[in-house]
């Protein structure tokens, strides 16, 4: 991808982020991973034909949809180069999510404002795995912390990252992978062998991004003075106690800017699950530290996105 290509979806994200109704070529994935997997999860009974028919599922979903958006991609320049332009913008605009996490978390942060915890639960219940039911409003904090800091590694610097090696076809790649993951990366009885394949590759695939991130998060710290050198210290100390060999270390990055503690006591399909406790609690969380994660994603999002269009000028 050039630079005015990346600074263009770039842009196309920051405005419009994901309206809904449109067809998101990752709701698209999400469809056809769901069909392959009620059809394939019944056939496969041993944990070996299950771990084979899941690996062959993640390798079918990322090369084809690697293949078909490159296919696309190719198709339209074949028409007129202005189609490929319009068809590499869409791809790449479609991989980035920073207009989208920040709406959502704004979203939950009104419904606390507004006194209503139902639908605070219920939203935030659309931005992570563990049950919300019962969750408290320190407990909705919290995890609005925590997705922010692992979303910011999955949505933006992940597919910043992926866009500049690979362009479009690499990272709507990453973005199958990454769906597959949250689909079916899950170490339940129904997926703990089908979706090892989709759960070992995605930690694979977010290895370098996730460790850019925690580095973008103490910059973005220095630049919005807060305290920079807890938050390297606590990313490096506390980033591999966390149970993903990944996101624990945006996690633990914004812990330490920020003087909170993240991980603890979360249930998943109604099962209780205690994380590694991440950082040194300072100060309880509130909807401000919320505010303050917020700002630290969009710095941190900026600063990406700065140094992949100045890096994509340099190598052109």
């Known amino acids: 991808m050039t630079a005015f290509e990346i600074s263009t979806a770039y842009m196309?994200?920051?405005?419009?982020?994901?309206?809904?109704?449109?067809?998101?070529?990752?709701?698209?994935?999400?469809?056809?991973?769901?069909?392959?997997?009620?059809?394939?999860?019944?056939?496969?009974?041993s944990p070996f034909e299950q771990r084979l028919m899941g690996g062959v599922l993640a390798?079918?979903?990322?090369?084809?949809?690697?293949?078909?958006?490159?296919?696309?991609?190719?198709?339209?320049?074949?028409?007129?180069?202005?189609?490929s332009f319009?068809?590499?913008?869409?791809?790449?605009?479609?991989?980035?999510?920073?207009?989208n996490?920040?709406?959502?978390?704004?979203?939950?942060?009104?419904?606390?404002?507004?006194?209503?915890?139902?639908?605070?639960?219920?939203?935030?219940?659309?931005?992570v795995s563990r049950d919300t039911?019962?969750?408290?409003?320190?407990?909705?904090?919290?995890?609005?912390?925590?997705?922010?800091?692992?979303?910011t590694s999955d949505g933006i610097v992940a597919p910043l990252f992926y866009l500049l090696i690979g362009g479009p076809p690499l990272a709507?790649?990453?973005?199958?992978?990454?769906?597959?993951?949250?689909?079916?990366?899950?170490?339940?009885?129904?997926?703990?062998?089908?979706?090892?394949?989709s759960a070992?590759?995605?930690?694979?695939?977010?290895?370098?991004?996730?460790?850019?991130?925690?580095f973008l998060f103490i910059l973005s710290s220095l630049i919005l003075r807060k305290d920079w050198e807890n938050a390297w210290k606590v990313a490096w100390r506390d980033g591999p106690k966390n149970l993903s060999p990944n996101?624990?270390?945006p996690e633990a990055a914004v812990a330490g800017a920020l003087g909170i503690q993240l991980g603890g006591k979360n249930f998943y399909f109604g099962k209780r699950q205690n994380k590694p406790l991440i950082g040194h609690q300072k100060k309880s969380i509130s909807m401000k530290e919320v505010e303050e994660s917020l700002h630290l994603m969009m710095t941190t999002s900026i600063i990406a996105g700065m140094a992949t269009i100045l890096f994509t000028l340099f190598i052109e």
């Open 101 to 127: 996490l920040y709406d959502e978390v704004k979203k939950v942060i009104h419904f606390l404002e507004e006194g209503d915890l139902i639908r605070a639960r219920k939203e935030v219940g659309f931005l």
């Open 133 to 151: 039911d019962h969750l408290n409003e320190g407990e909705i904090d919290r995890a609005l912390i925590e997705t922010i800091s692992e979303n």
């Open 200 to 214: 070992k590759a995605d930690d694979l695939a977010n290895f370098i991004p996730a460790r850019m991130t925690a």
């Open 247 to 249: 996101s624990g270390y």
């Open 59 to 83: 390798v079918l979903i990322v090369a084809g949809t690697a293949t078909l958006t490159w296919a696309i991609i190719r198709t339209a320049e074949w028409i007129h180069p202005a189609f």
């Open 12 to 45: 196309a994200d920051l405005i419009f982020g994901d309206p809904p109704g449109y067809p998101h070529p990752v709701k698209l994935i999400g469809r056809a991973i769901h069909f392959l997997e009620k059809k394939w999860l019944r056939w496969a009974d």
């Open 172 to 197: 709507m790649a990453y973005k199958a992978l990454n769906t597959l993951d949250s689909m079916v990366g899950y170490k339940n009885d129904r997926y703990r062998y089908f979706g090892w394949a």
């Open 86 to 99: 319009i068809a590499t913008i869409f791809f790449a605009y479609t991989t980035l999510a920073t207009r």
